[in-house]
């Protein structure tokens, strides 16, 4: 389900935005969490992204990361950097991984904007203020769990 819900985000994406994904035309990626149990291949193909949790299928690039280093990446973060620091392993072609990480960086998307359209102002603020915090934190997972919580529980207070 997880998997039908990203493609459909991610072709929303490529349809409502000036994205160019033909340097990845044919491209397999195989992107792992190693803090939250999210794992699944990507496929570039005929300007969309097909998304599978097939375990068979050959990648051109295995991609593994903590999900903090995930959002930074998507704040601008510098690929490179995040190397030096061994907070990405990359097995396979990185030069897929970096065309990858600059289709990312193109995307410039207000998620808290998009999410209000679908759950209202407040929530989408309580949203991107939880991300934020999952980005600083050391403990993404722990992060979540309490956010979440704390959302539950009193969502005025925050």
Known sequence: MQAIILERALNFLL???PIDIQPLEGKKVHFSL???PLEMNFICTNNRIFVTTDAAINTDV???LQSSVFLALFQGEDLTELLRQDKIVIHGDVK???LLVDLLQQ???DLEELLSKYTGDVVAHQV????KKIKSSDN???SI???ITHFLIAPSRH
């Open 145 to 147: 769990k309490d956010g």
């Open 15 to 17: 349809a409502t935005h």
């Open 128 to 131: 991107g203020k939880l991300a």
């Open 140 to 142: 993404p997972i722990g």
């Open 62 to 64: 295995n991609i593994t």
């Open 107 to 109: 995307v410039n998307i």
């Open 96 to 98: 897929t991984a970096q």
């Open 34 to 36: 190693q803090d939250f």
